[in-house]
């Protein structure tokens, strides 16, 4: 390519000299002389051209290997360099050299620029969201909330019929029955009492009056035996007195004891009543709920629940409403998250060691400002720190080290943490252990380590130089006396081989570009 380049050059400025003399030496007029009969032509003689040599490349099968280098230095294993997760202008920084810090304490901050006015505005919006969020829901839930309100006293009157009975309601109206029973015997033994005494008095007066009349009868017949004797007279007169006091007497004990007699009836009839009504009461506490009453009831509370279901089925906020909360609500997450990224906090109880911020100074994330003693490990154990926070390393893969201190040997490591792990997340840089631990080496020492990201085992292979591509890729094998187009498929790819996974077999010989 390269030679066809210069030759076209070549070419190109032999054209433009012979015209360039053209252009610069007009003609001069001169007198036209035929040629001589006898001149003839000499021949001119065409070289043959030779074509150029090919470069070919053999399909060979080996390994294939794609690996990166970082470089690191060696750091003590209680070394830790702290790191912001964002970049930023520094806006304080609280602590120095030789100060010692406890995990959660806010090592420095970044400048918040206007993070603190939109997280008030955010607020502003999220509280906005959800005012109108919770008047629309208001709106909707008055039919819920009464319906519910219907549904609680349904309940609560169904619960009333099946409760048993209060056994203090039940104590007192059997005291209540045997007060009543024991006021209608007491009613009955009094008013007994007092007819007994009014028919006994009645008795003695009847006696009297049976005296009286045989008195009476007696003094009659000494006055009708001689009508002349006044003592008779006199007799007769206190009889007939006698008499009627005796008539009196009957007549008004006669009332008295058929008032006595009728009063015990009565009173005997108004105890009864009311030992009937305690009674009742205590039946009535006694005999549980009406079977109707309590029918109609869970009738009540069917329904009451329906309407509840109805009232809560109906509620139907428009989502706009709820997406507006949402979003305002993950727009104030996201500021406070974005503010706390600004802190840079201690995961871990240890010393600083050094400082390499000052306030007003920018920051990337990610670059170390603090560099941390954690004595909670070994500090005269040692470790490779890489201080990049984008290499492609995980916890627990393996790696190659050289270290500047011992040229030409290699030594095997594993990556034990990566950035953002550790306390806190706040480590950066990619912590290494090496084996054998027993090399000598001070904290500083530069080391390259070597990661392998991918590696295939008894591949077929070509150099790049052999592959040509369009829409796919392909290479020209000879065939005969001119080149054959083959398409393959290519895997792994290093800047000296490109894994070939189909379309040549080992040994196969194409032409390179």
């Known amino acids: 390519m390269r030679k066809m380049i210069v030759g076209t050059a070549l070419i190109g400025s032999l054209l433009l000299s ?20 006898t001149a003839t032509p000499a021949p001119t003689v065409i070289p043959t051209p030779t074509r150029p040599a090919l470069t070919t490349y053999t ?15 060696v750091a003590a294993v209680g070394e830790r360099e702290l790191s912001f997760a964002v970049d930023g202008v520094v806006k304080a920084v609280y602590v120095t050299p030789n100060t010692n810090i406890t995990r959660g304490q806010v090592l420095a901050e970044l400048d918040s620029g206007e993070l603190d006015d939109r997280l008030t505005q955010a607020k502003q919006q999220y509280a906005q969201a959800r005012r109108q969020l919770e008047r629309a829901l208001n709106e ?3 039919p819920l909330r009464r319906s519910e309100i219907d549904l609680e006293a349904a309940r609560a009157t169904l619960a009333q019929l099946l409760a048993p009975p209060d056994a203090a309601k039940v104590t007192a109206a059997r005291a209540a029955l045997q007060q009543a029973e024991a006021a209608r015997d007491r009613a009955r033994n009094d008013a007994s009492a007092v007819k007994t005494r009014a028919e006994l008095a009645l008795q003695q007066a009847q006696k009297r009056l049976i005296a009286a009349q045989a008195e009476f009868s007696a003094a009659s017949y000494a006055v009708e035996q001689d009508k002349t004797d006044n003592r008779a007279q006199e007799r007769l007169a206190r009889a007939g007195d006698a008499l009627r006091a ?11 004891y058929d008032t006595a007699r009728n009063n015990e009836i009565a009173a005997v009839q108004a105890a009864e009543a009311q030992v009937a009504i305690a009674q009742a009461a205590l039946d009535e506490l006694l005999k549980g709920p009406d079977p109707l009453r309590v029918a109609e009831a869970r009738r009540n509370v069917a329904l009451a629940e329906l309407a509840v279901e109805q009232a809560r089925s109906a509620i139907q906020v428009d989502p706009t409403l709820e997406r507006a909360v949402e979003e305002a609500k993950k727009g104030v997450e996201d500021i406070q998250r974005q503010i706390e990224s600004l802190k840079l906090v201690a995961g871990f109880d240890g010393q600083i060691l050094a400082v390499n911020i000052a306030p007003g100074s920018v920051t990337r994330a990610g670059e170390p400002v603090f560099i941390a003693l954690d004595p909670s490990v070994a500090a005269d154990a040692l470790e490779v720190l890489i201080t990049s ?16 201190r011992y040229p030409g040997a290699t030594y095997q490591g594993t990556v034990i943490s990566i ?31 070597t990661v392998v990201l991918a590696r295939r085992e008894n591949a077929l292979w070509l150099p790049p130089k052999a592959i040509r591509a369009d829409s796919r890729s392909y290479v020209l094998v000879q065939r005969g006396d001119r080149p054959e187009r083959v398409d393959i498929e290519t895997g792994l790819t290093t800047p000296d081989r490109v894994e070939i996974l189909s379309g040549l077999n080992e040994g196969d010989v194409v032409i390179g570009q």
């Not at 926070?389 to 500047?404: C, D, E, K, R, Y």
């Not at 806190?424 to 904290?443: F, Q, V």
């Open 18 to 37: 012979a015209c360039g003399s053209l252009a610069s030496a007009p003609p001069t007029p001169e007198t036209w002389t035929p040629p001589p009969a």
């Open 246 to 256: 005796a008539e009196e007497d009957v007549a008004r004990l006669q009332i008295e």
């Open 59 to 73: 399909v060979q099968r080996g390994t294939i290997e794609r690996s990166v280098e970082l470089q690191g230095r």
């Open 389 to 404: 926070s984008a290499a492609p390393l995980v916890v627990g893969q393996p790696v190659s080290i050289t270290f500047a």
């Open 419 to 449: 950035p953002g792990s550790g306390p806190g997340g706040a480590l950066s840089g990619y912590h290494i252990a090496y084996e054998p631990t027993d090399l000598k080496l001070s904290s500083g020492d530069a080391a390259t380590v």
């Open 140 to 142: 909707l839930r008055f």
